[in-house]
């Protein structure tokens, strides 16, 4: 299975805010082709959207630091982080350059979880940096129809206070 270019979605649709690209991530397909030469895809069913410094639940609300250099980057730049020691999370980078805002990939139709979904993809934090139009063993076409969905607050964000734990920037599709 090669590349469909005309339905990848590439940088320019990326650089919107991560609240306005989220949901339309919902029923696009990720593609990964693994180390033995095939290719999988898979139906994104759940995103969470991360809005910039200002919001406390982003990591970019503390500012530029080593590991969210990668946010201020332009949309389209993959960004993926190691939490607990042990989980990998696969986030696009959204926005104009200087506009730290991502989304969260959370959930594909074979799996639910951003930890699963990433051991899943064999998803680690060689692919933290690169830009989608750069790689070719990973990449996402546009959903082939519009997509109904649900929006709620975002999952294990407590810490980012009762506002920007509750801002309803979780969506997801029901199967």
């Not at 350059?97 to 680690?124: F, H, M, W, Y």
Request: hydrophobic content about 40%; overall charge neutral.
């Amino acid at each position: 299975m090669s590349k469909n270019r005309k339905n990848i979605l590439g940088g320019d649709f990326f650089r919107e805010n991560a609240l306005s690209i989220a949901p339309s991530l919902l029923g696009c397909e990720i593609f990964r082709r693994f180390d033995d030469g095939s290719v999988k895809s898979f139906m994104i069913t759940e995103v969470e959207a991360y809005g910039g410094e200002e919001d406390l639940a982003c990591h970019a609300s503390k500012g530029r630091t080593k590991r969210t250099s990668i946010m201020y980057q332009s949309g389209g730049h993959v960004y993926v982080y190691l939490i607990y020691g042990m989980h990998w999370m696969l986030n696009i980078v959204t926005a104009e350059e200087g506009s730290p805002q991502a989304v969260l990939i959370r959930g594909l139709v074979e799996c639910n979880g951003p930890g699963r979904l990433t051991k899943l993809l064999k998803i680690d934090g060689s692919l933290n940096g690169r830009h989608l139009e750069e790689l070719d063993d990973f990449w996402i076409e546009k959903a082939q129809q519009k997509i109904k969905f649900n929006a709620g607050p975002r999952i294990g964000v407590d810490y980012a206070g009762d506002y920007w734990s509750n801002v309803p920037w979780r969506f997801w599709i029901e199967l």
